[in-house]
DNA sequence: AGGCGCTTGTGAAGGCGTGCACAAATCGCG
DNA sequence: CGCGATTTGTGCACGCCTTCACAAGCGCCT
């Protein structure tokens, strides 16, 4: 039926109570609940109703409320989500509260924003570890930190407890430094090289393309203007095969 | 996904649908196919057979089939899919073969590194304008631009005639920056900044959050971790809940 | 104390997407 | 010319996710 969970609140105990398998859409979403919940946080809010939160975090109120009950059953009837509660609830799940250290791999043009980002920092993560193929950029001064060569990313995952690994080298390179950071024991990777990334079962990897976000952009721009405009006009250049007739 | 589309079908279709209307996951994932074609032609691939490109782009060969389909026949059955006219006619469905011209808000960190990012450039879109607010960043060149000022962004969306807008500036100004865009004539936003916005029906956004991919990753280290914590079986079937010893 | 209004939590229904399995279609070869 | 090997295109079933609608629960006010 429904996980309950009393008496361990994850402020009190270190210990790992059971782990609700949350669907992957809702966890999905907690991240956006998290930094709506913060906001509210910040202006005062001691409680909101999930109305109010779900318009914060730009979704319907329904799936909102059912993402939470997912949890457990941290709303009161008739008043809302304590705020504070609900943030700490969130972060414990996400696993936040341990400021995960991430290791950063490419220091091009993507990787200086990375390493620059301070959202990083503000929401749980500490880079702490820049690594760069080429000679010329490593022990270069970057943010606080040095940049090593790739070949000590072994240990310095080990030194630093490194979990998640992020790599922003070009494309070509992507598939040998993901091996590399599979082998060094990390595993999370988060990907903003456009390739495919091939690696072993209990390593999870997510793909953040900058350019794909632009096409489907692009898509409904193309719609959106096919729509407003005569139709029948077609043929990007070599149409001949039509599936009517015989 | 942070898009609202009114589908309004017209029961009006006098010839072939100029655009069928695409599943909302079929196009995600157009442009990975797009990409993997591109590489294939590199190669000097003339034809792939949808087990091949589906292991090229990452996903099932049943569903690229499927995708493929919704677009028209243009496989070759016992042959496979001729790749150049793939590419034309993917490339023509998303739009690409306008080279859409894109505007950029805010040249921080993150917008220094997407001003550089020559991924954009290589797959269909130009960035022909880059902005912000801050006094000091205008005027100052970027990657063959110069910086202007928001003010600007009415005129230069006519002049240039884009129509699409990517926001890479802190989450405080990014509503501001959405309903300039807006203002101006821009029907799609890309946005990077952290927030939720909120635009007129017609306009489409895409929101990126570098920040909420290393969250749902740093959920799956932590349920990864409270897993192989359990002393005993790792059964994932034999464990239901409720395992907290104390 | 009791009723009333408000909000959560959830059962149920519908829609969408995925993957299997197979018929239809095409090419190469004897 | 026909047959077999190969691969596409798709009907179908299943599961996940979303959305609606409402009962259950909580606090406040009289």
Chains 1, 2 share one sequence.
Do not use: W
């Not at 509210?40 to 939160?53: D, K, R």
């Not at 010329?136 to 080990?158: M, S």
């Not at 430094?177 to 595993?187: E, I, N």
């Not at 079962?201 to 898509?219: H, N, P, T, Y």
Request: glycine share 12%; net charge negative; hydrophobic share 45%.
């Amino acid at each position: 039926m429904s996980q309950q969970r009393q008496g361990s609140t994850p402020a009190t105990t270190g210990a790992v109570p059971a782990f609700p398998d949350l669907p992957e859409a809702t966890i999905a979403r907690l991240p956006e609940y998290l930094r709506a919940l913060h906001n509210l946080a910040e202006t005062g809010s001691e409680t909101v109703s999930s109305e109010g939160l779900a318009a914060a975090a730009g979704v319907n109120s329904a799936k909102l409320r059912k993402d939470l009950s997912h949890l457990g059953s941290y709303g009161t009837r008739g008043v809302g989500y304590d705020v504070a509660l609900l943030i700490d609830q969130i972060e414990y799940i996400l696993g936040l509260d341990q400021r995960r250290a991430v290791a950063l791999v490419g220091v091009g043009n993507l990787g200086h924003a990375l390493a620059g980002y301070d959202g990083f920092a503000s929401r749980g993560f500490r880079i702490v570890a820049l690594f760069d193929a080429d000679a010329e950029q490593v022990g270069k001064p970057l943010n606080g930190l040095t940049v090593r060569h790739i070949d000590e990313l072994g240990q310095a995952v080990v030194e630093e407890g490194i979990t998640i690994g992020v790599i922003a080298t070009p494309a070509g390179a992507a598939q040998a430094v993901a091996d590399d950071l599979v082998a060094a024991g990390v595993t999370s990777i988060l990907n903003f090289a456009p390739c495919v990334l091939s690696v072993p079962a209990g390593v999870d990897v997510r793909k953040v393309d900058l350019a794909i976000e632009l096409q489907i952009l692009s898509f409904h721009e193309h719609r959106k203007a096919s729509l407003t405009a005569i139709p029948g006009g077609r043929s990007p250049e070599a149409g001949n095969q039509e599936a009517v007739g015989s």
